[in-house]
């Protein structure tokens, strides 16, 4: 029965890089999409709110979210997957924190990219997280299977730590893909690979023995044949003057040998065609 995840050599990797985080709600704020149309659910928050945010009352005095910084985790349901923020990766950790270098009136920039590396991207969960520096908790999330994003600027809109999507809060990222060998295959992985690849050598050995054998049972004319029908097809005119040299030393009448004597010269014995077209390629 075949195992599932195969070992891989070749591991696939998704560079995020942020750029920036658009409208992050304030402590205690709460700013949910009630009104989406596009998202049918949304109107769920306005007979069960309890379920979207919290139910708390709201307090007046907000407080702004001091350097809020990024965490990028993946969550994989098999092979290996590893975050870092440089490649190769020299640790298999599945956690990678980005710091913010600037911020604006709404608005807090990143530089640092990370890898995402996994060998089954499909089948590999990415968490991307807002954690507030000060309290040391999460304030934000959104997930996204690693699969599926696609290269170029894209956008996550961010959650509030109960799943509902926070109303204009984006994180602006910008995503390549690339490759990576994986140095965490294990020994019988790699004892298993090499084995198969010494069975399909000898298995090709066997054959190309098979096929010389085959062909010393050839009789020499059929080796000719075959050695006349590769210069035919390599040099097509020297194989028509071949040919024709043939055709001229096999209807030219055979001279009688030079005799000295009385007596009756002795007939010549007949070619035969092997002697003929080995004298026309000598």
């Known amino acids: 029965t075949p195992c599932w995840p ?3 050599v070749q591991l696939r990797v998704v560079t995020v890089r942020p750029l920036t985080l658009f409208q992050l709600p304030a402590r205690y704020e709460e700013r ?5 149309a596009s998202r049918p659910r949304s109107q769920a928050n306005l007979y069960v709110p309890e379920l ?5 009352p709201r307090r ?12 990028f985790e993946l969550y994989s349901i098999g092979g290996f997957s590893c975050v870092c923020p440089v490649l190769p990766p020299s640790t298999s950790s599945t956690k990678c924190l980005v710091r913010a270098t600037a911020f604006s009136e709404g608005e807090v920039h ?7 590396v996994a060998a089954e991207r499909m089948e590999t969960v990415l968490r991307v997280s807002v954690n507030d520096h000060d309290r040391e908790e999460e304030v934000a999330y959104d997930t996204a299977v690693l699969g599926t994003l696609r290269e170029g600027y894209r956008v996550f809109h961010m959650r509030n730590m109960k799943g509902t999507r926070i109303d204009s809060c984006f994180l602006l990222v910008h995503i390549s893909f690339g490759t990576q060998v994986n140095a965490w295959v294990g020994e019988q992985e790699l004892v298993k690979t090499l084995a ?11 054959t190309i023995a098979m096929l010389a054998a085959a062909l010393q049972q050839l009789s020499p004319h059929h080796q000719l044949a075959s050695a006349l029908a590769l210069t035919d097809s390599a040099k097509p005119e020297q194989s028509c003057e071949t040919s024709d040299k043939v055709w001229q030393l096999s209807s030219r009448p055979s001279r009688p040998a030079h005799h000295d004597g009385d007596g009756p010269s002795p007939e010549r014995r007949p070619r035969s065609k092997l002697e003929v077209v080995l004298n026309a390629c000598l």
Do not use: M, N, T
Request: contains cysteine.
């Open 6 to 8: 195969p070992p891989r």
């Open 32 to 36: 949910p999409c009630k009104h989406d």
């Open 52 to 56: 979207s945010y919290s139910a708390l």
């Open 60 to 71: 007046k005095h907000k407080e702004e979210v001091h350097e809020p910084f990024l965490s």
């Open 110 to 116: 990143y530089e640092q990219e990370v890898h995402c």
């Open 196 to 206: 198969q690849k010494d069975a399909a050598l000898v298995s090709a050995q066997k």
